[in-house]
């Protein structure tokens, strides 16, 4: 509890913090601490149950407007939700997406039917989304979108290929951001399109990584369909509302996605403690450094939040990436100097396959901190390279000339 916390915002924790140790016991005692990076397969069906628990006691979307199924929470209360959450040691949420993306942002640019047809499968976790973004040769350049979607008659075709899709085999929808205008380049021309995935013209292909898991997908559209409704904002306006949703990833998301970093923080300081290696000083140093990284992502985050409150986030949240992608990367770095040599011993060789031929599909049975080491190399990458978001904040926040070209460079 906090000294400055309002009579209400300590009710509001203690009430949180009541639910949340009467029904993290029981049938669902086990599913404490499961999920995260690198293990984000792992109990899934068990941690959506848990999601729908909660949605049933009206503990999903707890900032979104009483209206549309929320609890009308503060800012002040999202952040002691999220705090409390980690505390108890919660399950990876299954639900991020739909939850923090794609449902503020149908709030803020959807109609009242896209409202009430798609808020409330995301209000009780019963329809889970991912984010049609990213695509094959345009790296972190998300102006250069080859997916296409034409309308025909009371639907759109999409035909086209999007890469780096998070959990795209377990989603029911995506939002895409596709080229509705033929001719078009760059920013122009876009739509924000939300696509069924399970339908004949989705082909997903999980993308195998480091740590033996697929939470990235590709997804290849070939005459998908979707209701000609089914576009948030008019035809052409994709770009602006595909940047509003970025900035909900990196305001008011980033603080549920702190659940699962502070308890990693929290177990490699555990690790530290075990192993003697907190009596290293330049371990120690950085363990601390680390504390303090985890606190600037927070309090970031509730200012980001805080200037949300009268519209969508501005570029300034592209801060919250830059700083959470490379604050994780270097946690995984930690942790593998934390455990010394024996970091480099994974627990179990990899099996063969079912044929006994080759052991391709079975990875090594790495520890939680090898999986977070490995898993967090993409951090810097995934949503926006670190370069990307470096110029985001140079140009559109602290107003800087814009970089060359490389192209204009070429011309001299």
């Not at 792992?42 to 628990?53: D, I, T, V």
């Not at 005459?223 to 940047?243: L, Q, S």
Request: aromatic content about 8%.
């Amino acid at each position: 509890m906090k000294q400055n916390e309002s009579p209400a915002d300590r009710a509001f924790r203690a009430e949180v913090r009541d639910w949340l140790q009467s029904n993290l016991s029981g049938g669902f005692a086990h599913a404490r601490g499961l999920g995260g990076p690198g293990r984000e397969h792992e109990a899934f069906e068990e941690r959506l149950a848990w999601e729908r628990h909660m949605a049933a006691a009206g503990w999903t979307c707890v900032g979104w407007p009483r209206e549309y199924g929320g609890r009308g929470a503060t800012v002040e209360q999202q952040v002691i939700f999220h705090e409390e959450y980690a505390l108890a040691d919660g399950p990876a949420r299954v639900n991020h997406i739909g939850e923090n993306l794609l449902g503020p942002t149908i709030i803020a640019f959807g109609t009242d039917e896209q409202r009430a047809r798609f808020l409330p499968p995301i209000v009780a976790a019963r329809e889970l989304w991912c984010q049609g973004y990213s695509e094959p040769n345009a790296g972190s350049d998300l102006a250069n979108v080859q997916t296409r979607a034409e309308l025909a008659g009371d639907h759109w075709l999409v035909d086209g290929q999007k890469v780096w899709t998070s959990l795209a085999l377990e989603a029911d929808w995506c939002f895409a951001v596709c080229r509705t205008e033929p001719g078009s380049s760059r920013h122009k021309g876009l739509s924000y399109l939300l696509v069924p995935m399970r339908q004949d013209g989705v082909d997903i292909r999980p993308i195998v990584q480091l740590t033996g898991t697929s939470e990235f997908n590709e997804v290849f559209f070939d005459g998908a369909r979707t209701d000609a409704g089914n576009i948030v904002g008019a035809p052409g306006e994709g770009w602006r509302i595909a940047m509003a949703t970025l900035g909900f990833e990196r305001g008011v998301a980033t603080l549920g996605q702190q659940v699962g970093f502070r308890r990693e923080f929290e177990g490699v300081a555990g690790l530290a403690r075990r192993t003697g290696a907190i009596d290293d000083p330049l371990l120690r140093d950085r363990l601390t450094r680390s504390y303090m990284g985890l606190e600037i992502m927070r309090l970031n985050a509730v200012r980001t939040m805080a200037g949300v409150a009268a519209g969508a986030p501005g570029p300034e949240s592209s801060i919250s990436k830059l700083v959470w992608g490379t604050w994780h990367r270097e946690l995984g770095e930690l942790a593998m100097d934390v455990l010394g040599a024996a970091g480099l011993i994974a627990d179990g060789a990899p099996g063969t396959g079912p044929d006994g031929g080759s052991a391709q599909a079975q990875p090594y049975d790495l520890n939680d901190w090898q999986r977070l080491f490995l898993f967090s190399r993409s951090d810097t990458i995934y949503a926006g390279s670190n370069e990307i978001q470096r110029n985001v904040i140079a140009e559109r926040v602290l107003g800087l000339p814009r970089e060359p070209a490389a192209d204009r460079k070429a011309r001299g």
